[in-house]
């Protein structure tokens, strides 16, 4: 007796290749960025990359010392921004690097 073939909802198949592909990481990171380039100024903005969020940090990258400088001296308000636009983002902490 042949069993029946399994059928999904085509919700949790569009979740699990979001997840699989990392698409939603991109979107998250998107909105990441766009609130600290509110923050800092778009000529900022250039000059990051966002990361992953690890353990509730978020990790940015920074192109230069200049621009890494002034992400620690804004770090309150960008993370005061994130948690209050975006409160399901869990994030508690930033983490600034410079690019490799």
Known sequence: MPSK????????????????????????????LAMIG???????????????????????YAADSVTLQELNFQKRAILKRIQTDLPDSAVTDLRFRIQS
């Open 5 to 32: 073939p399994r059928v999904q909802k085509i919700s949790s198949l569009v979740t699990q290749l979001m997840s699989r592909r990392g698409y939603a990481q991109l979107a998250v990171g998107d909105d990441f």
């Open 38 to 60: 509110t923050t800092v100024g778009e000529t900022l903005r250039s000059a990051i990359t966002v990361g992953n969020v690890k353990k509730g940090v978020l990790h940015v």
